[in-house]
Structure formats: C-alpha cells, structure tokens
C-alpha cells in the first residue's frame, strides 16, 4: 500500500491510495476460488472447479470486480494507518479503472480528520474539586434501599392501598374481543409502581381479597405496539390477595440478618466507607474532566461545523448499538423519547465537539511535551487485558501489531499520560476559591449528553 495525503481547507484531507498489483492478484485467487466453492460444471466436482477453469467462466473482469468489493473495506483501513490520519466522520470514496492483468489498483477518499490546537496555558490551571465527602442522608438512603431489599410481603386481610401488592388474574378485551398478550394468571403487580398502563393500578385501589373489577382504560396514543396504541380496552380483573410490604426495624439485628455485622453502628461504618470511596472516584473523575475543559478553554481550537456534525452521527449511532442489546431499535427508541432524529443529533453537537477539542488538545500536550510510548509501557498496558484473556503480554502485543492496532494504543497511552501530567499540576479550589479565581481559569460547563429516558414497562 502506497499513500499520498493532500490538506484541504476545513480539517479535511484527500488520500491516493494505491494497492500493489501483488495484492491485487492474491485478491482475485481468493475471490476465485470462493466463486469455485459454489460452481457446477460437467466433468467437475462441485467446489472443485480450477481457477483458470472460474475465470475462463465468469471473466476476469467479474471476477476482479468481486475481488475488489470483497477487499476494498480492508484496503481502506490499511490507508488509514499509512497515512497516519484521525479520521471523523465517513469518506468520499472514489475508485479508479479495473486494473489490467499486473497493475496496481488506485483509489482515492476524503474524510474529516482531527484539528490542530493551539496550546494556552496548560499548566497550573486553577479548577474546583468535587467534594468526596458522602453526606447522612446518602447513607440514610442506602440503608432504607437495604430494608427495601430485606422486606418481606404479608397476606393481609384488606383492602389493597397505593403501596400494597395485589395477585391478580386478568383478562384485557378490546371490542368484546380478547387480544394477545392481554390476559395473565397470578400476576403480581406493585400499586403505584407505574408499570402498567395508566388506570390500571389506580382501579385497583380499595380492592380486597375476593372482589371482581371492570376496568375500562384506554392504551397511550404512544403505545410501543402500533395495533393497541390508542384504543379503548377493558379488563377484567380478579382480586386474589393483597400483599403489604413489611420493612424491619433497623437496629442491631436488622444489620446482623441483611450484612453480617454485629451492630448497627457498624454496619452504618461500611456503608459510609464504601459510599466515601465511590464518592472519591467520581470526584478525581469530575477534577480530571474540569482540568481538561480548563485547558481546552485556554486553546484554540477551530472545529468546522462539517466535524461537529459527523462526530454527533458517530456518537448517535454508538449510542444505537448500546441500545440494540436492550432490544431497543431506533424506530422504537425515537417513539419512546418523543423526538426526532435531528433533534437528538443537535442535542449530541457540544459533546461532540468538546470531545474532538479535548482530543486535539491532549495530541497537543503530548507534542510540547514530548511524550512517547516505549514497549515497557505498552507491555504495561497489557497487563490486565491478557490476565483477563489468560495470555502473556507479549503474545497480545503480537495480536494488536498483526491487526494494525498497536499504534493506537500507544496514543492512547501517551494521551493518558498527557491528561495526568496537567491534572499533576492542576490546582484544586474549594467552590468559595472558584467563585474569585478569574473567568479564563474556570472550566466550561460541561454539555449534556442526550440520554435515553427511562420508560414503564409497556404492557398490563
């Protein structure tokens, strides 16, 4: 692979790429013989046509232009690394002729890559410190989140109030028909836990052990299933028992029974301990990120409206990946929050772009300062994910070299260092200091990334 790169105005790049007519060739054997698997020809066995015998069949040219589509996804990311580009966004891609029988194969793209930034003061930036301190009342909540969890349910003989468990049979009709997934034997349900749809729980209120109810609701216009949403149904529900939840005392043998602890003093020392300790990561992780937005103010950084945008899409479309092992798609997930796919992309504009500023910013301290990436502290770095794929180190370093990625993870490490080194020097304020310190030496606020909103569980 041979590579020319070309600046273009607004951090864009064009890259020549040509593939040697060696790979082109071991490319068309390959897709040769694949087309072979499947071939049927007299006097042939199936997948055991020769390759002169396929190409003579398909042609050359049909056969290379497999070849190419089959290889070309690969022979872009090989472009990337030899280029030694930061890609954002996708590629214009354009490619050239079919070679002829021992010629190279040429393409072209352009893409958006990082921007360059101009470094401010860098050092010694004057930034809050959350407090790491974890106050009574957060205790106070995980002792009563541990009760929650402790309780049991007792049969009561009464009627059922907002709180209580009522055990029900059902049976959901729309048109004095029964309609899937609308009837139920024995099902549990928290009144006042917001799961059903709406009425439903509320009907129920004041209901005992033994009565019969109508139900006449009505599915939200929103409902996720498009035959239900909006229609009227009824239900008839049979009240078997009514359950109320019984929480314990809190004393010393509440904190024996739920943790092990001899006293309930005790058992508040952990809580306030691990409480403490989470408190303190998520305050050196709220310090670190102000360091760097404090520095990243103090740069300049020109990020074109193209990157913003393409870096939002990048974000857009990870965070529909997280949300495809939930069984969320995004047809469902845009139903469920309300609004559009542009809106969620204009939401997702300041994270990117602050992202892409802080990743230019961090290339940058790594250039002033000089910083590099030895083999010791690659083989460092690789400690904990070869423990956990129960291979050495070395061998892992081996694995990430052949797939191209080994110089990606030394950036990572030097831009981790980078991000240490301004955070050593960084000068933590309590909030009294921070309202004084001068307006170019305060981090921005930090932009909101959008997030999915948490939605009741859609059926009755």
Not at 273 to 278: C, G, P, Q, S, W
Not at 416 to 431: T, Y
Request: charged letters at 30%; a negative charge.
């Amino acid at each position: 692979m041979k590579t020319t790169v070309t600046e273009l105005e607004g951090s864009r790049v064009r890259v020549e790429a040509e593939v040697s007519a060696g790979a082109i060739e071991t490319a068309l054997n390959k897709a040769t013989k694949a087309l072979g698997k499947d071939l049927r020809m007299p006097g042939f066995r199936k997948g055991k046509v020769p390759p002169p015998v396929v190409l003579q069949r398909f042609g050359r040219e049909v056969v290379l232009d497999e070849a190419v589509r089959a290889s070309l996804n690969a022979w872009y990311a090989d472009a990337l690394r030899d280029s030694a580009i930061h890609p954002i966004g996708d590629p214009e891609l354009k490619l050239e002729d079919l070679p002829g029988a021992g010629e190279p194969l040429s393409f072209s793209f352009e893409i958006g890559v990082r921007p360059t930034a101009t470094l401010g003061d860098y050092k010694g930036v004057a930034v809050e410190k959350p407090s790491s301190a974890p106050d009574d009342g957060a205790v106070d909540a995980e002792l009563e989140t541990l009760r929650e969890r402790q309780a049991r349910l007792d049969t009561v003989e009464e009627a059922a109030a907002d709180g209580d468990f009522v055990v029900v049979d059902y049976a959901g009709s729309i048109d004095g028909e029964l309609f899937e997934g609308g009837q139920a034997r024995d099902q549990m349900i928290e009144l006042g836990g917001g799961r059903l749809i709406p009425g439903f729980e509320e009907g129920l209120i004041g209901a005992a052990a033994g009565d019969e109810r109508t139900l006449e609701l009505t599915f939200p216009d929103d409902y996720p299933q498009p035959d239900l949403a909006g229609k009227a149904t009824q239900f008839e529900v049979s009240v078997k028992e009514v359950k109320r939840k019984q929480l314990a005392d809190l004393d010393d043998a509440f904190a024996e029974q739920a943790a092990g602890f001899d006293t309930l003093a005790e058992l508040r020392e952990d809580i306030t301990a691990k409480l403490t300790e989470d408190a303190e990561r998520q305050a050196e992780a709220g310090f670190r990120e102000a360091v760097l937005d404090a520095v990243v103010a103090n740069a300049t950084v020109e990020v074109p409206e193209p990157l913003v945008e393409a870096r939002a899409r990048e974000l857009w479309d990870r965070m529909l990946h997280s949300l495809s092992h939930q069984g969320i798609n995004k047809e469902l997930y845009l139903q469920i929050s309300g609004r559009t796919e542009e809106d969620l992309l204009g939401e997702a504009k300041p994270d990117a772009e602050q992202g892409i500023k802080r990743e230019a910013v961090l290339v940058a301290v790594v250039a002033a300062e000089s910083l590099v990436a030895a083999d010791g502290d690659v083989l460092d770095a690789l400690q904990a994910p070869a423990a956990r794929e129960n291979i050495a180190p070395e061998k892992l370093r081996e694995q990430l070299e052949k797939a191209g990625r080994l110089e990606e993870l030394r950036e990572d490490i030097v831009q981790q260092r980078a991000l240490d080194l301004i955070v050593e020097q960084a000068k933590p304020l309590d909030a009294a200091e921070e309202k004084a310190a001068p307006a170019k030496k305060r981090a921005p606020s930090k932009a909101k990334a959008a997030k999915p909103k948490a939605t009741s569980e859609p059926k009755a």
